[in-house]
C-alpha cells in the first residue's frame, strides 16, 4: 500500500535555529516527491518537486533533498514568517497521476 | 489570472441534505482534483478528472459525485449530506502528466454537517 509518512507532528524552533522535517515514502512507481506549505485556514501552496535521488531543490531558507527512501526539508536559520504547516507528497503513476499525502508537520519559530 | 477559484467559503447542511461544491480555474490546466482535509488524516484524494469528459475515482469518493463538461470547472455534489462528510474541501488543479510545477490548490471549502 502506498504511504507517506511525515515527522516530527510538530516543532518549535527559537528564531536562527535551523532543523530538519523527514518524509519516509513507500510507493510503487514514484513520479515525483512534493514538498507543500499550508498556512492556516489556506489551500497547501507548492514548494518543490523532487524526481530522483540525489536531487536537492532550493529556495530561501528551504532546501529539499530526495534519497530513495525519504526526503528532508531543511530549513536554514527561520524566521517567525516561515511558520506553517509542511506537506510532503508522493506522485504515483501509471496511466494516472495522483498525489499520496503525508500528515504534515506544524513548524512554529518562536522570535 | 484568478487561479484556482472555491465556493462557497463555508457551508452549513443538515444530514441529507445535497449540495455543490464548485471549483473553477483560468490556467488551462487538463488536471483536476478534489480532496478533503480532516485533522490527523492528511489531504485525501476524492475524485479527480485528466480533461473534460474523463473522471476517475481517488481514496474516499463515496458519497461524493463530479462531472468534468469544461477545462475550466469541476464540481463536487454531496449527494445526501452525512456528519462524516464534515471537512475541510480543496479543490486543485496541474497539467497532466506532469506534476513539474505543483498542483495549484483552491483556497478551501469548510463544510459542517449537523
Known amino acids: 500500500e502506498d504511504q507517506v509518512t511525515q515527522s516530527p507532528e510538530a516543532l518549535r524552533l527559537q528564531e536562527g535555529e535551523s532543523s530538519s522535517l523527514n518524509c519516509s515514502y513507500t510507493?510503487?512507481?514514484?513520479?515525483?516527491l512534493f514538498w507543500y506549505r499550508q498556512d492556516p485556514g489556506k489551500g497547501p501552496e507548492f514548494l518543490f518537486t523532487l524526481y530522483s535521488a540525489g536531487e536537492e531543490k532550493e529556495k530561501e531558507r528551504l532546501k529539499a533533498t530526495l534519497t530513495k527512501k525519504e526526503s528532508f526539508l531543511h530549513i536554514t536559520a527561520p524566521k517567525p514568517e516561515d511558520s506553517a504547516t509542511y506537506l510532503c507528497?508522493?506522485?504515483?503513476?501509471?496511466?494516472?497521476?495522483?498525489?499520496?499525502f503525508g500528515t504534515g508537520t506544524l513548524l512554529a519559530v518562536q522570535p | 489570472n484568478a487561479g484556482v477559484t472555491q465556493t462557497p467559503k463555508f457551508q452549513v447542511l443538515k444530514t441529507g441534505q445535497s449540495m455543490t461544491l464548485q471549483c473553477a480555474q483560468d490556467?488551462?490546466?487538463?488536471?483536476m482534483s478534489w480532496y478533503r482535509q480532516d485533522p490527523g488524516m492528511g489531504l485525501r484524494l476524492i475524485h479527480y478528472?485528466?480533461?473534460?469528459?474523463?473522471?476517475d475515482q481517488g481514496e474516499v469518493p463515496n458519497g461524493y459525485n463530479v462531472s468534468r463538461s469544461t477545462t475550466e470547472d469541476f464540481p463536487l455534489r454531496l449527494l445526501s449530506a452525512a456528519p462524516s462528510q464534515t471537512s475541510v474541501y480543496f479543490c486543485?488543479?496541474?497539467?497532466?502528466?506532469?506534476?513539474?510545477?505543483?498542483?495549484?490548490f483552491g483556497p478551501g471549502t469548510r463544510l459542517t454537517v449537523l
Open positions: 490556467m488551462n490546466h487538463e488536471y
Open positions: 507528497a508522493a506522485g504515483v503513476g501509471g496511466a494516472t497521476n495522483k498525489l499520496i
Open positions: 510507493v510503487s512507481g514514484l513520479r515525483g
Open positions: 486543485a488543479s496541474s497539467q497532466v502528466f506532469s506534476f513539474s510545477g505543483g498542483q495549484y
Open positions: 478528472s485528466v480533461g473534460a469528459g474523463i473522471t
